[in-house]
């Protein structure tokens, strides 16, 4: 017996509502992935960034995936020198 189509449109109506709210959460998770990462990403920079003097090399890596900054921007930037100059 086939559904009647009064019944079939009910159905993908439902599917499509439902569809809609999953991608509203994957959209949400995604959000929330972004911010979490930009949080670590700041703390990474507060953490290991402005004492550039004191930054040992087991530390560089974590810029790595810094997009705004090289390690010759870095150095530059952060050395005892460059820091006295900017004053």
Do not use: C, N
Request: hydrophobic share 45%; aromatic share 6%.
């Amino acid at each position: 017996m086939a559904a009647s189509l009064p019944q079939v449109t009910t159905e993908l109506a439902a599917l499509v509502a439902q569809l809609t709210q999953e991608q509203a959460k994957r959209k949400w998770a995604e959000m929330r992935v972004t911010q979490l990462e930009e949080m670590l990403r700041l703390l990474r920079l507060k953490k290991y960034g402005p004492q550039g003097e004191s930054l040992a090399d087991v530390y560089l890596p974590l810029f790595d995936d810094e997009p705004g900054i090289s390690l010759d921007r870095w150095l530059l930037r952060w050395t005892p020198l460059a820091r006295h100059e900017s004053k």
